[in-house]
Nanobody, 122 residues
């Protein structure tokens, strides 16, 4: 059983940056498809980014060019660097992991973290 713990959220002004971290225990991130999702108030949870074990990455169109997902296998951690933040990026951000495939990760991941709040406001 993999446990995922996110951190790094907070309040930031429009145009600012944050780095979210997701520390995994009970499994090594190198063996999983790792992803980030977000859920804004009153909206459904949506896919943000994914990192595959081979090193490739996938992004939602809404964050492409602004967010970067990466993984540090030595620290068993996945990061999401958020830059050029907009008020519409305000949401709870969740880390997720899946053993099977990128499509399964996007549809119904095996494991979820508890989330970290990101608020973009002046």
């Amino acid at each position: 059983q993999v446990q995922l713990v996110e951190s790094g959220g907070g309040l930031v002004q429009p145009g600012g940056s944050l780095r979210l971290s997701c520390v995994a225990s009970g499994g090594t991130v190198s063996r999983y498809r790792m992803g980030w999702f977000r859920q804004a108030p009153g909206k459904e949870r949506e896919f943000v980014a994914a990192s595959l074990s081979g090193g490739s990455t996938v992004y939602a169109d809404s964050v492409k060019g602004r967010f970067t997902i990466s993984r540090d296998t030595a620290r068993n951690t996945v990061y999401l660097q958020l830059t050029s933040l907009k008020p519409e990026d305000t949401a709870v951000y969740y880390c997720a992991a899946d053993r099977t495939s990128i499509s399964q990760l996007r549809k119904d991941p095996d494991f979820w973290g508890q989330g970290t709040q990101v608020t973009v406001s002046s």
